[in-house]
C-alpha cells in the first residue's frame, strides 16, 4: 500500500477476494490519502470489472458489503461511469491500486 495513505488496509485479504470476482482492478480513492480520514469515513473504492463481466447492482451492493467487512469499516464501491464526471479524470488518476490480476505487490 501507498506511504501517502492514512489507513492500514488488509491488502491481502482484499487480494484474494478479488480474486473470486470479475474484478479487473480495484483501486483506493480520495478520503484515504486526506488529512481529513476519520474512523467514520466511509473508503472509497474504485472497481472496473473484466470485459463483459454480467455484474449487476446487486452483486456489486454485495461485493461492497464483503469488502466492507474485509476493512473493518463501511466501503463505497464505485465504476468510473459512476463517479460526477466533473472530477472523473482527478480521483481515476490519483486512485491507488489495491489489486490487479499478477500484480507483484
Same mark, same amino acid.
Given at each position: 500500500m501507498s506511504e501517502t &495513505? +492514512? =489507513?492500514n488496509l488488509p491488502v491481502e485479504a482484499i487480494r %484474494?477476494?478479488?480474486? &473470486?470476482?470479475?474484478?479487473?482492478? #480495484?483501486? #483506493? #480513492?480520495g478520503p484515504a490519502f486526506d488529512d481529513w480520514l476519520r474512523p467514520d469515513t466511509d473508503i472509497g473504492l474504485l472497481v472496473e470489472? $473484466?470485459?463483459? $463481466?454480467? =455484474?449487476g447492482y446487486f452483486a456489486m451492493a454485495q461485493q461492497e458489503i464483503d469488502l466492507g467487512e474485509i476493512i473493518g469499516r463501511k466501503v463505497d464501491l464505485? &465504476?468510473?461511469?459512476? =463517479?460526477?464526471?466533473?472530477?472523473? +479524470?482527478? #480521483?481515476?488518476d490519483t %486512485? %491507488?491500486?489495491i489489486y490487479e490480476p499478477h500484480s507483484s505487490d
Open positions: &495513505t +492514512k =489507513i %484474494a477476494y478479488c480474486e &473470486t470476482q470479475l474484478m479487473q482492478r #480495484l483501486s #483506493l #480513492l470489472y $473484466a470485459p463483459g $463481466a454480467p =455484474i464505485r &465504476t468510473q461511469q459512476e =463517479i460526477n464526471r466533473y472530477c472523473r +479524470k482527478q #480521483l481515476v %486512485a %491507488a491500486p
